[in-house]
């Protein structure tokens, strides 16, 4: 699951942005409802993984961050017989 900070805002740097998130600010999921870290319960039990992507106003350019991976993603159970 991809989420960008609400209202169009952007951050300077990843610190920025992870401390809008972890204080309870805003956030969108894309072509989806608006969320916050109040949600994150509901986002790990239903998404393998919720990331963060926005706008870096001092490059310029568009980052990603991982916030949450299911850690069995990717892991196949087998029975022994």
């Not at 805002?9 to 608006?34: H, I, M, Q, R």
């Not at 706008?55 to 916030?67: D, P, T, W």
Request: net charge neutral; hydrophobic share 40%.
């Amino acid at each position: 699951m991809i989420i960008k900070p609400a209202y169009d805002l952007s951050y300077n740097s990843l610190a920025e942005c992870l401390a809008a998130w972890n204080c309870g600010k805003d956030f969108k999921l894309v072509n989806g409802p608006y969320c916050s870290i109040r949600d994150l319960e509901y986002m790990q039990a239903n998404f393998e993984t919720v990331e963060i992507y926005w706008f870096n106003k001092i490059k310029k350019a568009y980052q990603s961050v991982q916030i949450w991976r299911n850690p069995m993603h990717g892991i196949v159970s087998t029975t022994e017989v």
